[in-house]
């Protein structure tokens, strides 16, 4: 008689339950960039992967300062439930700041729970499933993700120094019908470059040819280091109503505190409350009464004007430390404002292979070849001067250099 | 020859460009309810309408304190980029108190801005167009909305005084075959009523038996007039790993803060991460830190049973008061907990119909066709009885009771 131990089925192990998984997720449990901004955070590494503002810039005692003001004044309205639009005094703050550029009312605005999640609510309000969404090659990775979980298909668009080309736009728009555009026009993300004023026009005369919208994504445009301004796309003829322009307090007072807009017209504004509902019911009422006093008791203005000056000076010292370095025929951009410097090293190099001897070396950079929708220069990296001192800068760039000369 | 003016073909009216809505958006540019809601705030109308929690609870000078207290001593960092998941400090004071009833680890909570975000993150990770979702009939209706705008289909099972019925539940997941079971179990949105211990267990059965998932949403569990406690389903034998339990802190500390959080387990934690990121990137870091410190510094427990006690006086006022003026055979629930009572006046009645003359009397509340996903009571209302002093209540109810008998 077989004992019962032998006799016993073996235990049939417990299969862990295991969720069901959207097909917009799968596969998206890890990703190579969560990989490298963790090997970044390592203290032992300089980093120039994120866009991510030197705290010690932070204006933390004015907004301090805020906080205290609308919880003493405003405090039970703070806590309670707000709008979905957003508060009033914020719109209304939002709109006297976009009116420098172009006429806009409070009614005209959405809060948002920063930039990304006004990415998402208009993704949410205008696409379907295999919508195609045009933007610019290379561009902004969270963008894409958050068109791309609504079921759209990017295709990449030819760009030049002065970014977007015209003909190739339109070339894109009549072969690919899509629902819309994306925009990063100035000191873009990845590359830190601007589209001039004339080269505006041009794609604005091509977007009203075909009447195609367009997502206008304005986060870094008053970071500009030499004082000039430059008016959105949407301020030019017959484009306003047709933009969904987005801004954002992340990169100009502080991106804990989540708080942007997107400003629009007609019915669609409608649309953007209903999703932004669905989403999230309303962004905080504490931060949204706080960035309000904010832009009402503070010089935002001075403040973004001190802060260029240092984002300039560490833009000179990056560039200037990477000149050297580079291999002869790699092309380094020349950002006149923003966060980001976008190197291509040519054809003999992997960026993205490369990273882990930078990261030895302790410096990290961001691989450039996830900010295309398609053909990715995997020779390319970006690179943010913003976070740290030009001293840190060079002596980084100095070793990232080493790094460059043994993979050459 | 024919003028100049007559011979030019007339001006073609400028054609406001119009934004293409998505599908799910579509036909939502307004609502009924939101048309109730602002009708409900006018000043002369006492409104039973929203889950508006009274101000004058709220625990104002200790949130100010730790908002004070963040700001002073870790400023920098709350104003600075967070994580996609939450801060560890109130991902571990989440653990903290959902460990009272179900073991939890801080890597078990990913934060959101809000248990509306909460909801609507799930149904990014988890819900594909077609889905169908069982809700108890009838359920709180924005979450249906955000399962609803991801294509999902959602289908009513039968409730009693206990909650949803076992048999009507296993029936419909045989019927259905559905992606996943969104329940309340605890003083339920809208009803107000509760699962005993019982009719729990025999819902996880079914679940279990089926291996279906569950979404179990917990905003009210805390609010109980009693001082008994009710364990979440994700609490039973086996159901732990097969249920997201949304928590909030909107009913216990204040809905203007926007936090809530998901308990979960295993790989779906990092689809919930990546979904998070692409809605919002990351829950504001200021109001963060801010509730982790009001967790770990004050007594949020003392808060709770102050504020229950309060609105037990307001719920037995309106139930007091609504007891002679409703109709013979109209129902109402009996609710130990939470903020909602529910009532149904027979068939007789359209609560809806009934509304504008209630309004015009000075009394607000919202009717329950909207909290059902087919078949609607139409002489059915949700009432709150927590915004208002029994007085109030009081009153407003003896002029919402000359309405319905004028309805009757």
Known sequence: ????????????????????????????????????????????????????PDPSL????????????????HGSR??????????????????????????????????????????????????????????E???????VQAFAVHGARMVGVQTDEHGVLPDALDRAIRTHRPKLV???????????????QERREQVAEVLLRHDVPLIEDDPYGELSFDGSRHRPIAALPGMSERTLLMKSMSKLMSPGVRIGWIRAEGPILQTLAVAKAAISMQSSVVDQLTVARYLEAKDLDAHVASVTGIYRERRD?????????????????DPEGGMFLWASLGEAYDAQAMLADAVAAGVAYLPGWSFFAENPDRSSMRLSFVTHSPEVIRAAAGRLGEVIAQHG
Chains 1, 2 share one sequence.
Do not use: W
Request: net charge negative; hydrophobic share 45%.
């Open 1 to 52: 008689m077989p004992s019962p131990l032998s006799s016993s089925a073996p235990a049939r192990p417990h299969a862990p339950f295991a969720f069901p998984v959207a097909a917009r997720y799968a596969g998206m449990e890890s990703s190579p960039l969560k990989d490298i901004f963790a090997l970044a955070a390592r203290p032992d590494v300089v980093s120039f992967a994120g866009g991510i």
């Open 317 to 333: 010292a990056l560039a200037g430390a990477l000149a050297p370095i580079l291999p002869a025929g790699a092309h380094i951009t």
């Open 137 to 143: 090659s290379p561009t902004y990775l969270a963008a």
């Open 78 to 135: 703070a806590l309670q439930y707000g709008q979905s639009e957003g508060e009033l005094e914020l719109r209304e703050q939002a709109a006297r700041r976009l009116s420098r550029d172009l006429p806009t009312s409070a009614e005209q605005i959405r809060i948002t729970s920063g930039s990304q999640e006004g990415l998402f609510v208009a993704a949410e309000a205008l696409l379907e499933t295999g919508d195609v969404v045009l933007v």
């Open 182 to 196: 994306y925009l990063i026009p100035t000191f873009q993300n990845p590359t830190g470059r601007t589209m001039p």
């Open 58 to 73: 932070f204006a933390l005692a004015d907004i301090a300062e805020c906080y205290d003001h609308v919880l003493r004044l």
